[in-house]
């Protein structure tokens, strides 16, 4: 297939004609004329994003196994012997920064980035991806009805993101409480980032050929979902597929292990298969060392694919994604990528 067709590169962009912020400092000042009463704080990242991450409970379900009768261990290959050849042509990531750059009457007044791009291997380097450039987004979020004194220009532009604006299932806004207020807002940044990702997924599927890299789900696109061209993968486990014995399989796992490939589905998402895989040894280690949750279509040789697939992903595990935190689950390109974003975002 083509690189280029049917795409137009270009970063995100939206609004009227003003003279828009791209820097904290400036979005500090430029909120200053435009909305009575606030005043300014120093901008630094919040960590708001790891709680809101986490407002989800941590759950053990029983898996619906695809692949036999019940969640088995099966081998993949000895990742300790010499390391195979990876099949993934490229890698996706997105970023965001997340910061209260002012409060007015106590109300914080967030500006926040977010990111998305697509780094392809090519000669065994990772460079930008022809198809698209790099997304950025950059916007405030404000819950308008608790704030008084916005400006005209504020209230009618599109990139200030109104997050307090839909109620409940019970009819109720958002509670006015400054933390509340917070973590509404950083769900809205992470879903604008989720937005990024998916367009560029559905526009890799759309006009690549080879195997696209997925930090993250991918079921909450039809599209990417069903192509057999990209491949999530998720490093956190807030969620757990496994009870009872199949728990204790999965903690037992071994390097070069993966589990029975079950599907995972829900009423908002689209189905996918899934499985568990052991990039890394967990001797001496929590019981999640090095383990990582795959995503994949849902086809008929999804038994074969899903040991292919793996292979690939223990051949990423080197170089290692050192220093980041998450090197046992990481796959160097996403480290590069996340690099690369921080860079032009």
Same mark, same amino acid.
């Given at each position: 297939m083509g690189h280029r067709a049917g795409v137009t590169p270009?970063?995100?962009?939206? $609004?009227?004609?003003?003279d828009w912020p791209v820097s904290t400092h400036e979005a500090t000042r430029f909120i200053l004329d435009r909305l009575r009463d606030s005043t300014p704080l120093d901008g630094?990242?919040?960590?708001?994003?790891r709680t809101a991450r986490q407002?989800?409970?941590?759950?053990?379900?029983? #898996? +619906?196994?695809?692949?036999?009768?019940?969640?088995?261990?099966?081998p993949v290959c000895d990742p300790g012997s010499a390391r195979?050849?990876?099949?993934?042509?490229?890698?996706?990531?997105?970023?965001?920064?997340?910061?209260?750059?002012?409060? /007015?009457? *106590?109300?914080?007044?967030?500006?926040?980035?977010? &990111?998305?791009?697509?780094? +392809?291997?090519?000669?065994?380097?990772?460079?930008?991806?022809?198809?698209?450039? #790099?997304?950025?987004?950059?916007?405030?979020?404000?819950?308008?009805?608790?704030?008084? *004194?916005? &400006? $005209?220009?504020?209230?009618?532009?599109?990139?200030?993101?109104?997050?307090?604006?839909?109620?409940?299932? &019970?009819?109720?806004?958002p509670s006015p409480h400054p933390a509340a207020l917070? +973590?509404?807002?950083?769900?809205?940044?992470?879903?604008?980032?989720?937005?990024?990702?998916? +367009?560029?997924?559905?526009?890799?599927?759309?006009?690549?050929?080879?195997?696209?890299?997925v930090d993250g789900g991918i079921a909450g696109s039809e599209a990417v979902s069903a192509s057999r061209l990209v491949v999530g993968v998720v490093k956190s486990h807030r969620r757990i597929y496994a009870t009872g014995d199949a728990f204790r399989i999965l903690v037992r796992l071994e390097p070069g292990y993966r589990t029975s490939i079950f599907k995972v589905s829900s009423r908002s998402r689209s189905a996918v298969a899934s499985w568990y895989l052991r990039i890394r040894s967990a001797a001496g280690?929590? /019981?999640?060392?090095?383990l990582i949750r795959v995503e994949a279509s849902l086809t008929e040789d999804i038994a074969s694919r899903a040991d292919e697939i793996s292979r690939w992903l223990i051949a990423e595990g080197s170089p290692l994604a050192l220093p980041d935190g998450r090197w046992d689950k990481m796959a160097y390109g996403i480290r590069h990528t996340e690099e690369f974003l921080r860079a032009v975002s």
């Open positions: 270009g970063p995100v962009t939206g $609004g009227n004609e003003l630094a990242p919040t960590d708001a994003g407002d989800e409970p941590a759950v053990l379900l029983a #898996p +619906e196994v695809i692949e036999g009768d019940s969640l088995a261990a099966l195979g050849v990876s099949g993934f042509g490229a890698f996706l990531d997105g970023s965001q920064d997340v910061r209260v750059v002012n409060q /007015a009457n *106590g109300i914080p007044v967030v500006w926040a980035t977010v &990111s998305a791009t697509v780094r +392809e291997r090519i000669d065994r380097r990772l460079v930008s991806w022809q198809g698209r450039r #790099p997304l950025v987004s950059r916007r405030y979020y404000i819950p308008f009805r608790y704030v008084e *004194g916005m &400006s $005209g220009e504020l209230r009618n532009d599109s990139r200030v993101v109104d997050t307090a604006a839909v109620a409940d299932s &019970s009819g109720n806004f917070l +973590e509404a807002a950083v769900k809205r940044v992470q879903r604008d980032r989720d937005d990024l990702e998916k +367009e560029l997924a559905e526009a890799w599927c759309s006009i690549e050929d080879r195997v696209l890299y280690r929590d /019981a999640l060392f090095g």
